[in-house]
């Protein structure tokens, strides 16, 4: 059995990459039933920090201390043994097995695997957490928060008595989001540690007992959670004050860029997943697709971008009709897209930060001349993007796998919005972005709408959509519920919309 | 006493120190199994390497010949690692080099009386756009119905080396020699001039120019760009607006095209005629030099000239009474361990004391 982790503390932990100096003379500490809260800006070391607490890095300098003894951690495994599980921000589960499956993979000695004292002990510890979910079922049946839940289990079957969860609701809906935190709540209400890397502050408000704020890969604030306000620690991160961004100017669209009619189309599993979504987007107005992912979100910014065939119905961008035309004619005709999947298709994470700035831009002037890429040009025009969208990377050859989070994403926004297209369609922006970048492509967006550009925000947090959309359509089951412009909106109103209830929402 | 355990800890970045020494190592390496093979068997290791090497690098005409394998092998090699590049496994090269031979003969067996600037040009010509189009066969397929190209492009090499013999034993066979498997002998304006009075051919500048061409596209061009990006993720590539079907389908009959420039060059500056069994399987050794070479097309003449030594040397071996296998044994063991070299170029060996503290 493991042993509890009554206190544990990572003392002058310092961790270098090449270029950067990710976490510098970083101390930690952690209680029995404590909850841990890790802030701090995209590539402040948060990530590289609980990487080496699991015994993926290795730290250059510092130690670790647990129950007041030094252990030296130097791999997941070792890690487990001590209690320690982790949590990462993109699962690790295999699609094609049973939950209880997942859970045991890896795990037994024995050739013969017992199942059934498997599922028996997966019970055990769904009962004891209140996690709802079925030990047989197959992964790819189940929602993303679900999978993380599996991810959980996983970690407690193992015997961990501290977990550490990063990001963990960057991919969740709100309602998914809710459950989580009611979950860790009874998991640190029974003794258990948690360390939570977060960049919604409302969720470390009320979550989390402490926090550590990390800037520049030093520690700059440790303080109590009742003893701080949301905005004092956002300010402690930045290091400025923020001002929320806000509409300005009257509401005046021009024409229409982007137009679906009627538009079907089917989702992965051969399901309907659009079922005649129509919807309009003019010059100069952000127009807001609110609903609980797996609506249909994803397969409307994939449509509109031409990844996904629509079954009947009519799209036209610009002015032409473009239903049938290829992708690379839709990047022509003008539409900036910032997919939702920022690592499989938004940036190819083994080419370096220059390459991926190009990715659409690669065949024409001035990055190419003839069958030539023009080097001098296309390095001088990242520069300035990297040195623009605040990029931190070491140079513009660093691969883009080593960049923490929020700077792939970054880096997709800098593309993508530079590239001044016709329409927009931004499928959940913010998602992993610090407050300070979120705010910045907050006011990106609005510039866009100033500019005439005609946007299409897809996205689960409600205040965002309230503060920057002109209108907002209701996505349910593959329709538009209603499109309501902003002045009517409200979270009870929206709330109801997504719930797909239309009758009381008027 | 303390005791230790080793750990393999990922490296930020490849050594590039390993990615030099390792393929030496794995020379070496092969060489002592080998050795150790040979002495199993009851001969001498040493007098077997002797024969070969000296054969193969040590004088002129070795080296000539060594030059004459090493053609083949760079163009085929320099062909499929155009395919690999996109992640294509075009595995067909022997195939395609067959029937880049074909149609090569063609000309010089339907026309024998064309001067040779049209004779060559054309040569080149059918013979690529024949390698080409074999190779087609298996892209379209694959582009559309996403079938496995592996597959595909295996079996049509059964077909095209029996497609060649068909030819050769039957309609195509010269029906003043005696019974043998070959066409008639192509005239001189058919063959392509070899440097001074050697056996190395003008072939040799074909590999140099599409190795120089191919380093040029891979680095610099915005099409080798595409290539990359959709050789490392389609999903981002159909999102930038890449078409990743026309790209198959280029890619793979340049990579056919290549091959079969190769089986041309082999009819045309060596043989002269076509015939049963033109090639001792450089097409499936192209696929071990290409990725020996990490698909750098400047790297792939260096290691072609290393195979077609360890070929030349084989025969040699051959005549001592050892079999010509021993060839292809070393050249199986070498990139066995290259492959497993691998590691240390991505990974670093770390001891860790059982306590778990760290030591150099
Ligand atoms: N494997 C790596 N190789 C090179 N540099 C790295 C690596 N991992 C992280 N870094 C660098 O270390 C710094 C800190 O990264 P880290 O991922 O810890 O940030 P983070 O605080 O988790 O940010 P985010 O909120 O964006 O996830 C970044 O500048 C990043 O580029
Ligand atoms: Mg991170």
Redesign the pocket.
Same mark, same amino acid.
């Given at each position: 059995m493991v042993k509890k982790i009554e206190h544990l503390e990572m003392v002058g932990i310092t961790?270098r990459?090449?270029?950067?100096l990710?976490?510098n003379n970083v101390n930690i500490q952690i209680k029995t039933g404590e909850v841990l809260a890790i802030l701090?800006?995209?590539?402040?070391?948060?990530?590289?920090?609980?990487?080496i607490l699991y015994g993926l890095?290795k730290p250059d300098a510092g130690k670790i201390l647990l129950n007041g003894k030094q252990v030296s951690i130097n791999s997941p495994k070792e890690a487990i043994a001590l209690g320690i599980g982790m949590v990462h921000?993109h699962f690790m589960l295999v699609p094609t097995l049973t939950v209880c499956e997942n859970v045991i993979l890896g795990l037994s000695k024995s050739f013969i695997v017992d199942i059934k004292t498997a599922t028996q002990r997966i019970r055990e510890i769904t009962d004891t957490y209140g996690l709802a979910i079925n030990p047989d079922a197959y992964v790819w049946q189940l929602s993303v928060g679900e999978q993380q839940r599996v991810e959980i289990i996983k970690a407690l079957y193992r015997g961990a008595n501290l977990l550490i969860l990063?990001?963990p609701t960057a991919v969740l809906t709100p309602q998914e989001s809710k459950e989580l935190i009611q979950l860790l709540r009874n998991m640190s209400a029974q003794g258990n540690s948690i360390i939570i890397?977060s960049?919604k502050l409302h969720e470390v408000m009320s979550l989390s007992d402490r926090v550590t704020v990390?800037r520049d890969?030093e520690v700059c604030a440790d303080v109590c959670t009742r003893e701080t306000s949301q905005d004092a620690l956002a300010q402690l991160m930045v290091g400025r004050e923020m001002a929320p961004c806000q509409r300005e100017g009257t509401f005046s669209p021009g024409k229409a860029v982007l137009e679906l009619q009627e538009v079907y189309s089917q989702g992965d599993k051969g399901t309907e997943a659009l079922t005649g979504v129509s919807l309009t987007i003019r010059e100069g107005e952000i127009l807001g697709i609110a609903g609980v992912s797996g609506n249909g979100q994803k397969e409307l910014a994939e449509v509109i971008a031409g990844l996904r065939k629509l079954s009947k119905g009519k799209i036209s961008l610009n002015g032409k009709e473009s239903t049938k035309m290829s992708p690379a004619n839709i990047i022509e005709q003008g539409l900036g897209y910032i997919p939702e999947d920022r690592l499989r298709v938004g940036t190819i994470p083994s080419f370096s930060i220059w390459e991926n700035l190009i990715l659409k831009d690669h065949h024409q002037r001035p990055f190419a001349k003839h069958l030539l890429l023009q080097n001098r040009v296309i390095m001088s025009h990242s520069s300035s993007l990297v040195e623009k969208y605040g990029i931190?990377?070491?140079t513009l050859e660093?691969?883009t796998?080593? =960049?923490?989070?929020?700077?792939?994403?970054r880096v997709i926004l800098a593309r993508e919005i530079t590239r001044s297209p016709v329409a927009l369609v931004a499928a959940y922006p913010t998602r992993? =972005?610090?407050i300070g970048a979120t705010e910045y492509l907050h006011s990106k967006l609005l510039e866009a709408r100033s500019n005439g550009i005609g946007v299409l925000l897809i996205s689960e947090d409600l205040e965002e959509l309230m503060s920057l959309c002109d209108n907002i359509a209701v996505l349910y089951e593959g329709r538009v519920m209603k499109v309501i412009p902003v002045e009517e909106a409200n979270e009870r109103v929206l709330g109801l919309l997504m719930a797909g209830i239309a009758e009381q929402a008027s | 006493m303390e005791r230790h355990s080793y750990k393999l800890e990922k490296r930020?970045t490849p050594s590039p120190v390993m990615v030099f020494i390792i393929p030496i190592i794995s020379v070496l390496l092969a060489l002592i199994l080998g050795g150790i093979f040979l002495s199993m068997t009851g001969r001498e290791p040493l007098a077997v390497y002797t024969i070969m090497f000296t054969d193969s690098l040590g004088s002129k005409y070795g080296l000539t010949e060594t030059i004459v394998k090493a053609i083949p092998l760079a163009l085929t090699a320099l062909g499929v690692s155009l395919a690999f590049k996109m992640k294509l496994w075009n595995i067909g090269a022997e195939g395609q080099f067959y029937m880049g031979a074909m149609g090569a003969s063609w000309l010089p067996l339907t026309f024998p009386t064309l001067p040779v600037y049209v004779m060559i040009p054309g040569m080149v010509v059918l013979g690529m756009t024949a390698g080409g189009l074999w190779a087609l066969l298996t892209a379209i397929p694959r582009a559309i119905w996403k079938v496995n190209e592996i597959i595909t492009t295996l079996m049509l090499n059964y077909i095209a080396i029996l497609w060649v013999d068909y030819l050769v034993f039957g309609p195509w066979r010269d029906p003043l020699g005696s019974n043998f498997p070959i066409t008639a002998a192509f005239s001189d304006a058919a063959r392509l001039p070899g440097l001074g009075d050697s056996r190395i051919h003008s072939g040799l500048f074909f590999a140099l120019a599409i190795a120089v061409i191919l380093a040029i596209v891979f680095k610099y061009s915005r099409w080798g760009y595409s290539i990359n990006v959709i050789g490392s993720s389609e999903r981002a590539a159909s999102y930038a607006g890449m078409n990743i079907k026309r790209n198959i389908l280029l890619v793979m009959f340049l990579s056919g095209a290549i091959s079969g420039l190769a089986g041309m060059a082999e009819v045309s500056g060596i043989i002269g005629k076509l015939q049963h069994g033109i090639s001792p399987g450089y097409g499936y050794t192209a696929i071990i030099v290409a990725w020996l070479s990490k698909l750098n097309p400047l790297a792939i003449l260096i290691v072609s000239v290393l195979f077609g030594a360890l070929q030349v040397g084989g025969y040699a071996a051959q005549i001592e009474g050892v079999p010509a296998a021993v060839a292809t044994m070393l050249q199986g063991m070498i990139l066995f361990f290259v492959l497993g070299g691998e590691i240390f170029t991505n990974y670093r060996v770390r001891r860790v004391s059982r306590k778990g503290e760290e030591s150099k």
């Open positions: 961790k990459f090449p270029g950067v990710s976490n701090g800006e995209n590539g402040a070391g948060k990530t590289t920090l609980m990487n890095y921000q990063d990001e890397i960049h990390l890969g931190k990377t070491p660093t691969p796998s080593s =960049l923490s989070g929020g700077n792939i994403q992993g =972005l610090d | 930020l």
